[in-house]
């Protein structure tokens, strides 16, 4: 059965303190591995698609990267505005069906 | 662009009542989708359509009906809403199987209370 999980569940940094959010997935032949951002009461936001390991993207502080097994979105220098949920989803070739991990809560403290 | 909308923003339903959630998009994305969000529970795949016509279950499609007669739009109706039933409810739409392109991008959600 396919499967995305995201450790850890909540995460509290200092202002500056970098750290990385970890997305394991067991998905039959990945076609894509996708992380997006969400606010307190809006709808998830994209930030970046991986397609194959080894990928890499980047996007102001934050940068994804992709394994045959895991993900991981790296976050450098965090600002009190990086705080959110990050969540992590997988699609596997011959399906249609994005699968979610349950995400990660990110709070960055000034 | 308006990108995915959601209508109502919020709605408290009584056990046993009927509704629709609507959803639209204007990208003129082949797949759409909805996901319920609880606590804990991360996103999860209610129904999916991949064109106008074609509709299939995701993991949690009971309790709910979807119809695609159009391009842009994907309503699901509950049909006899229940307590479990209780959520946020978003709608997402994507190019589909096209590369590079099948990022989901998610309507602000519907907030459900059944009472």
């Known amino acids: 059965e396919d499967q995305v999980t995201q450790s850890p569940e909540a995460l509290r940094l200092q202002e500056g303190e970098s750290s990385s959010l970890n997305c394991s997935y067991t998905v039959s032949g990945l076609r894509g591995l996708f992380w997006y951002r969400q606010d307190p009461g809006k709808g998830p936001e994209f930030l970046f698609t991986l397609y194959s390991a080894g990928e890499e993207k980047e996007k102001e502080r934050l940068k994804a990267t992709l394994t045959k097994k895991e993900s991981f979105l790296h976050i450098t220098a965090p600002k009190p505005e990086d705080s959110a949920t990050y969540l992590c989803?997988?699609?596997?070739?011959?399906?249609?069906?994005?699968?979610f991990g349950t995400g990660t809560r990110l709070k960055v403290l000034a | 662009n308006a990108g995915v909308t959601q209508t109502p923003k919020f709605q408290v339903l009584k056990t046993g009542q009927s509704m629709t959630l609507q959803c639209a998009q204007d990208m003129n994305h082949e797949y759409m989708s909805w996901y319920r969000q609880d606590p804990g529970m991360g996103l999860r795949l209610i129904h999916y359509?991949?064109?106008?016509?074609?509709?299939d279950q995701g993991e949690v499609p009971n309790g709910y009906n979807v119809s695609r007669s159009t391009t842009e739009d994907f309503p699901l109706r509950l049909l006899s809403a229940a307590p479990s039933q209780t959520s946020v409810y978003f709608c997402?739409?994507?190019?589909?199987?096209?590369?590079?392109?099948?990022?989901?991008?998610f309507g602000p959600g519907t907030r459900l209370l059944v009472l």
């Open positions: 989803a997988a699609i596997s070739s011959g399906t249609y069906k994005y699968i």
């Open positions: 359509s991949v064109g106008a016509g074609i509709t």
């Open positions: 997402a739409s994507s190019f589909h199987r096209l590369a590079g392109e099948e990022t989901q991008y």
